[in-house]
C-alpha cells in the first residue's frame, strides 16, 4: 500500500486533501507543522487552536497524526529573511520563502526519510503534470549546483500547473519550489472548486474546520497591527512624509520599512488621502501622493534577481530567443499581465510590461505563466521609471509644448 504524508493544518482544504488520498486507497499520515512559537505571543497566535483541530480531523479520518517543529529553521530561514528585506525598504512575501524553504524542503525531507513516505501531500490548489502513481516512481537525485541546470539531467521534467479553480489557484505562493518537491508532491484538491471541497468537509463530519475563518495576511502577527508588531524587532528609523509633486514635508513616520508602494500614509492631519509611491532610505523620506491611481505608481519595467524555473531552467524559448512572451503578476489572485522577458547572462531577467502595473515593488516575486503552466518567479530587484518621472523628463524637454500630457498617456 502507498503511504502519503500530507501536511495538516487545521483548516478546510489540508482536511479534505487525507480524507481524498484515503478515499484512493493509500496509507495516509497527517503532518501539523509548528512553524512559530506561539509561547512569544502571549496567547494571542492561533497555533495551538489550528493543532487541536488538525488532530482531530485526522482522529476523524482515523489516520496517524504526528507534529514536527521547525521554529528555528523558520525563524533563520522565513522570519529573518523578513525582517532583512524590510530594513531594506522592501516588502517580502513569507508564505513563497515558507514553501520554499519549510513545506517543500525541511517537510518533504522529514516525510520521506522518517516516516517513510512515498510521496507528500498538501491542501494547496495546484496541479502537475504527472499522475499519482508517476510521483510514487519517482526517486530523489541529487542536482547540480551550478548556475542553471543542465537539461539533459531532468529527462520529463514536472510541470507545475493551475488549478482547475483559478480563482483559488495557489501556484503564485509554490512557484520557488524546487523540481525534486514538486517530483514527489500530490496536491489532490487540484481539480476541485472551492465550494466543492467545502462540500466534502461537511459531508464526512468536519463542521469544526468549516467555521473557521480563512487565514489572510502573515500568520504569526495574529490580530495585532503591522506597525506594532514590527517595531518589536526593527528600531524606529524616524523619517519625513514628502510630496512627491511639490517636496512639501506633509509629516513625519516612525521607519520606512512600515509601508509598502501604494498604501495609504497615515498622516496625522492631512484633510485628503495620500498614498506612498516611492522610498529613499538614505533619507528616509517616504514619498506621497494626493491621489489612489498616481502616474508616480505605475511602471512598465523590472528587473528580477536570478529566475528560479520549475521545470525547464530557463525555458528553450528564452535561451534560443534572449526574449519570450508570457504573462505575469506580482500579487496573489490579480489578473495575470501580458509581459515580454529578455534573459541576462547571469539568470536574471527584465520584464516589460505590455501596459503600466500599479504599485510593483521590490522585495514581492514576479511569477511567471504560460498556457496555464507556472513556469517559476524571480524577485523583484529594480524598478523602472515610473509613469510620473517619464512625464516630468517629458516636460523638461518641452517645458511650453502642449503635446508632453498627450504624451504621458502613451
Request: charge should be neutral; include cysteine; charged fraction near 25%.
Amino acid at each position: 500500500m502507498r503511504r502519503v504524508v500530507c501536511a495538516v493544518s487545521g483548516g478546510v482544504d489540508s482536511s479534505v486533501a487525507p480524507l481524498l488520498l484515503k478515499r484512493k486507497g493509500y496509507q495516509v499520515m497527517g503532518v501539523f507543522m509548528k512553524n512559530w512559537d506561539s509561547v512569544d505571543e502571549h496567547g494571542i497566535c492561533t497555533n495551538d487552536r489550528d493543532h487541536d483541530d488538525a488532530y482531530r480531523v485526522c482522529q476523524k479520518l482515523d489516520i496517524p497524526f504526528h507534529q514536527v517543529s521547525y521554529v528555528k529553521e523558520y525563524w533563520h530561514d522565513v522570519f529573518s529573511y523578513l525582517l532583512n528585506e524590510y530594513e531594506k525598504g522592501w516588502t517580502p512575501n513569507p508564505d513563497i520563502i515558507c514553501n520554499k524553504y519549510i513545506k517543500f524542503n525541511y517537510f518533504i525531507r522529514y516525510a520521506l526519510d522518517k516516516l517513510g513516505a512515498d510521496a507528500v501531500a498538501t491542501g494547496h490548489y495546484a496541479r502537475t503534470s504527472q499522475e499519482d502513481e508517476e510521483v510514487f516512481q519517482q526517486q530523489q537525485v541529487e542536482r547540480s549546483k551550478g548556475l542553471f541546470r543542465n537539461r539533459f539531467e531532468v529527462r520529463n521534467a514536472v510541470k507545475l500547473l493551475q488549478a482547475a479553480d483559478t480563482f483559488k489557484d495557489q501556484t503564485f505562493f509554490l512557484s520557488q519550489i524546487s523540481q525534486d518537491a514538486l517530483r514527489r508532491t500530490i496536491f489532490p484538491l487540484g481539480g476541485l472548486t472551492k465550494d466543492f471541497v467545502k462540500k466534502m468537509a461537511a459531508e464526512a463530519g468536519l463542521q469544526h474546520v468549516l467555521t473557521k475563518k480563512e487565514s489572510m495576511g502573515i500568520c504569526f502577527i495574529g490580530k495585532r497591527k503591522f506597525e506594532n508588531f514590527i517595531l518589536e524587532y526593527l528600531e524606529p528609523r524616524p523619517g519625513k512624509f514628502i510630496s512627491i509633486e511639490d517636496g512639501r514635508v506633509m509629516g513625519s513616520h516612525r521607519g520606512w520599512f512600515l509601508f509598502t508602494l501604494g498604501q495609504k500614509a497615515r498622516i496625522g492631519g492631512a484633510q485628503e488621502t495620500w498614498y506612498v509611491v516611492d522610498k529613499d532610505i538614505a533619507s528616509g523620506t517616504v514619498f506621497v501622493a494626493p491621489s489612489l491611481h498616481h502616474p508616480a505608481l505605475y511602471r512598465e519595467l523590472l528587473r528580477t534577481d536570478r529566475v528560479h524555473w520549475i521545470a525547464e531552467e530557463p525555458p528553450a524559448e528564452l535561451v534560443r530567443e534572449k526574449m519570450m512572451a508570457c504573462s505575469f503578476q506580482f500579487q496573489h489572485q490579480m489578473p495575470l499581465e501580458p509581459c515580454m522577458l529578455t534573459l541576462n547572462q547571469d539568470g536574471t531577467v527584465w520584464v516589460t510590461l505590455e501596459k503600466p502595473m500599479r504599485a510593483m515593488t521590490q522585495g514581492q516575486f514576479a511569477v511567471f505563466y504560460k498556457g496555464g503552466e507556472c513556469l517559476g518567479s524571480g524577485k523583484i530587484v529594480r524598478l523602472g521609471p515610473s509613469l510620473y518621472t517619464l512625464q516630468q523628463g517629458q516636460k523638461r524637454e518641452h517645458p511650453a509644448g502642449p503635446a508632453s500630457s498627450s504624451e504621458s498617456s502613451a
